[in-house]
């Protein structure tokens, strides 16, 4: 594998990166809105049952936006991870191509194509959960 004929501006590669890295934090702060506002919506659509005292019964709307919420979560992360994992891969890859390594440049390039492992985090918030 190699980059020959390849014609890499690191600085170009550079200011792609550091914007990609900004719509990243973008896209974290929006998926921490979404957490929180649909948290805010499944308890604000209340339940089909009558009086009750404590905690409120969770309604059927509450529980489709939980399912929902649990289905795509993967994805969700996936997309950070993915962006990530391409971000740090051209950056790697970049500083080998600078240094004259067009070989390893070409390795750590095709192995940022994989598709990231995603975990969702176990319910007592460590690293490993199912995927």
């Known amino acids: 594998m190699s980059m020959q004929g390849w014609d890499i501006t690191p600085s170009g590669v550079q200011s792609v990166?550091?914007?990609?890295?900004?719509?990243?934090?973008?896209?974290?702060?929006?998926?921490?809105?979404?957490?929180?506002?649909?948290?805010?919506?499944a308890s604000s659509a209340g339940t089909i049952s009558g009086m009750y005292c404590g905690?409120?019964?969770?309604?059927?709307?509450g529980v489709a936006l939980a399912l929902f919420v649990e289905k795509t979560a993967t994805d969700v992360l996936f997309l950070g991870a993915r962006a990530a994992k391409s971000v740090n891969g051209a950056r790697e890859a970049t500083a080998y191509y600078?240094?004259?390594?067009?070989?390893i440049a070409a390795t750590v390039a095709h192995n940022a194509l994989a598709a990231p492992v995603v975990k969702l985090p176990k319910p007592d918030g460590s690293q490993g959960g199912k995927k």
Not at 17 to 41: I, N, P, W
Not at 55 to 61: E, Q, S
């Open 98 to 103: 600078v240094a004259g390594d067009l070989d």
């Open 55 to 61: 905690t409120a019964p969770t309604g059927p709307i």
């Open 17 to 41: 990166t550091s914007l990609v890295g900004d719509a990243m934090d973008d896209v974290a702060k929006s998926v921490k809105s979404y957490g929180t506002h649909v948290q805010s919506a």
